[in-house]
């Protein structure tokens, strides 16, 4: 789980270089696990450390709830939360000012970890938008020649081929996205994708919309 996202640019900028596959900085022993509990809650501190750059929050700063969500761009579960929970999430609880939301990287392999440089290249407002779009349309850019369809979806947010280009060369943000994955690794005990933390309690796996009621609304009701 230590090990470092050691990408080169000619990785990143050249269409030829399958690196969704070549990848081998990051252990292929993280695999996604069934949806499961773990009672183990990590020191505020720790939880608050949100890496170089920091959050990139939605919902009300005032919320009584506070979910970070640590997910992997090529994670089919994070996709099925993104596209079945994270809607009547949104709609029930973050637009409603009950929950605040963020999601984190903890990249698996180094495609996703480019679909994380992407997001945040394009900036604070879309960086929600892109990642949900990259969730959406996984199979069109999981591909043995991904940079091609990812080039298409940066376009549909404003982000040109320089700029394209010029984010997967960015070697400080390559490093700050492991910076995040690697303190989810040591600190908060994170081993797999999703793994939520509501309010400090950590949950793990595909989480329904249900089990995230039940673990909100208490905190709803106390206040």
């Known amino acids: 789980m230590e ?23 990051i252990s292929a022993g993280l695999a996604v696990s069934s949806p499961a509990r773990a009672d183990d809650t990590p020191s505020p501190a720790d939880l608050a450390d949100a890496g ?48 605040r939301y963020t999601l984190r990287a903890f990249p698996l392999d180094a495609l996703s970890a480019a679909g994380f440089m992407l997001a945040r290249c394009a900036g604070k407002d879309k960086y929600m938008p892109i990642v949900e779009a990259l969730f959406a349309k996984q199979s069109e850019w999981i591909v043995k020649e991904p940079l091609p369809p990812l080039k298409d979806i940066a376009k549909q947010f404003g982000v040109g081929e320089d700029e394209f280009n010029q984010c ?3 070697q400080k943000l390559l490093d700050n996205i492991q910076t995040v ?7 908060l005990g994170v ?22 009621v039940k673990e909100i609304d208490p905190y709803l009701k106390a206040g």
């Open 52 to 99: 170089p750059y920091g959050d990139i929050m939605i919902g009300s700063d005032k919320a009584p709830v506070t979910i970070i969500e640590y997910a992997s761009m090529t994670c089919p579960h994070c996709a099925h939360f993104s596209e079945t929970t994270f809607p009547e999430l949104q709609k029930r609880y973050i637009d409603t000012g009950k929950v």
């Open 181 to 187: 994955r690697d303190h989810a690794a040591q600190k």
């Open 168 to 170: 997967l060369a960015n």
């Open 3 to 25: 090990a470092a996202l050691s990408l080169t640019r000619r990785q990143f900028v050249s269409s030829a270089a399958p690196f969704a596959f070549a990848f081998t900085g």
């Open 191 to 212: 081993n797999s994708t999703p793994t939520f933390f509501v309010n400090g309690k950590k949950l793990v796996g595909d989480v329904s919309i249900d089990q995230l």
